[in-house]
């Protein structure tokens, strides 16, 4: 396909619901994030536990990632995301009815386990349905309606939460699981009809030591965690009550504050994705990004603005400059060979998430009952914003070691180098 051949409705389409499964997984990761203080006081857990918690949907989804590309480059994604749907759905449905901690988090692992498919299975049928020099953009849409289902996490799920309960608010989400299955069965195609068939690696061992074995590819990984890092661990899970603190605001009000930063994420990544295609580079648009980034999270933690409205701009602004995470996987595309890509975008996004909820989040737990021990007994956010301050000073490192690991991946001008 041409790059400026007018693409077909129906292949637009095919993307859409692909990427809606992205939608879905961020509502779904994103959703404790409202119910913060439902789940400490149902489950007995203080700061460091509710961490935890919220991270044990990401450990498996981050084992699975690999294994997940292979598996869509081996049996194509309708099959593979279709029963990835169903059990991030059956994972929601063993949380919501959980008694303890420990089911609920082997239900929030079964859910990041079927996740695992959602990036990767969006990205190849971007790869395999657009021209090359429209991955970046359409990479950088795929995150955008992610984004938009972080946000709606926030947003829509807390009036939710306070009208019938977490419990009722995540029942009706299996639901939409169910749907967003059955029209993915019933809408994706396997292979264009114009196609040519690619041979996959013989054997699962082969293509991820393949993958592992290009040493840039640790390098486009690792950049993507480190700048994607603070926008799961601050907008995902601790900015809904540092606000509420910080404002002494109520649980929408700072839902509401929290959630433009996945708004902003969401409308950056694919301008930032159609601007690295435009002007041929992948590593300049990443660090003037990472730069702002960098700036903005010190004015949000340090210096934050007297009004919400104001700090939510700024959270705008921060979500638009986080949203440089998607240019690794068009770095990625660019160095790997058509026949492993489903693994690579695996790979990809098995280091962009691996930074930021399953490390992040508990280490910022961690460092608020650190500071302040005494407070955690309560099982209540009780925390002054000192403790804020100093356990989101890992925010700003974060950024900066972002972008000293960006100084070195080599640039592609956005051209194939297999």
Not at 87 to 101: E, H, K, Q, R
Not at 230 to 247: E, I, N, T
Request: charged content about 10%; proline content about 6%; hydrophobic content about 55%.
């Amino acid at each position: 396909m041409d790059s400026k051949e007018k693409i077909p409705f129906g292949v637009w389409f095919m993307w859409f619901v692909a990427a809606s499964f992205i939608t879905y997984m961020f509502l779904l990761q994103t959703s404790v994030s409202v119910m913060i203080p439902n789940l400490m006081r149902d489950f007995d857990i203080d700061t460091l536990g509710m961490g935890l918690l919220s991270s044990s949907f990401f450990y498996p989804y981050i084992v699975f990632q690999v294994p997940a590309g292979i598996l869509i480059d081996w049996y194509k994604p309708k099959r593979v995301m279709t029963i990835a749907i169903l059990l991030c759905a059956v994972g929601t449905l063993i949380f919501t009815i959980s008694d303890n901690v420990w089911i609920a988090a082997f239900g929030r692992a079964i859910t990041g386990f079927g996740a695992g498919a959602s990036v990767a299975g969006a990205l190849y049928v971007g790869l395999r349905r657009f021209p090359p020099s429209r991955f970046a953009m359409i990479a950088g849409a795929s995150e955008m309606l992610g984004m938009f289902g972080g946000a709606a996490g926030q947003v829509v799920l807390a009036p939710s939460i306070q009208a019938i309960g977490w419990r009722h608010t995540l029942q009706a989400c299996i639901v939409v699981g169910l749907l967003l299955a059955l029209t993915t069965w019933l809408t994706l195609k396997d292979r264009a009809p114009n196609e040519t068939v690619i041979p996959a690696k013989k054997s699962l061992r082969d293509s991820f030591a393949f993958v592992m074995g290009i040493p840039q590819m640790w390098l486009i990984g690792l950049s993507a965690a480190l700048v994607f890092a603070p926008l799961s661990a601050f907008g995902g899970l601790w900015a809904v009550p540092y606000l509420q603190k910080l404002y002494n605001t109520d649980l929408m009000h700072a839902a509401t504050a929290s959630s433009t930063m996945f708004l902003g994420a969401g409308l950056g990544a694919p301008f930032i994705g159609y601007l690295s295609d435009r002007i041929g580079k992948r590593c300049l648009p990443m660090i003037l990004s990472t730069l702002i980034a960098l700036g903005l999270s010190l004015i949000i933690i340090y210096y934050p603005p007297s009004s919400i409205v104001m700090m939510s701009f700024l959270i705008f602004l921060m979500g638009i400059s986080c949203c440089a995470y998607v240019i690794p996987f068009a770095l990625a595309k660019d160095i790997i060979r058509p026949e492993v890509q489903g693994t690579a975008m695996g790979f990809t996004n098995m280091m962009c998430i691996a930074m930021g909820a399953p490390v992040l989040q508990p280490l910022i737990g961690w460092l608020l009952k650190f500071e302040d021990p005494d407070v955690v007994s309560t099982k209540e956010i009780l925390f002054s914003i000192h403790d804020y301050h100093y356990a989101f000073s890992i925010i700003p490192l974060v950024f900066i070691l972002g972008l000293v690991c960006v100084f070195f991946i080599k640039e592609t001008h956005c051209e194939s180098t297999h």
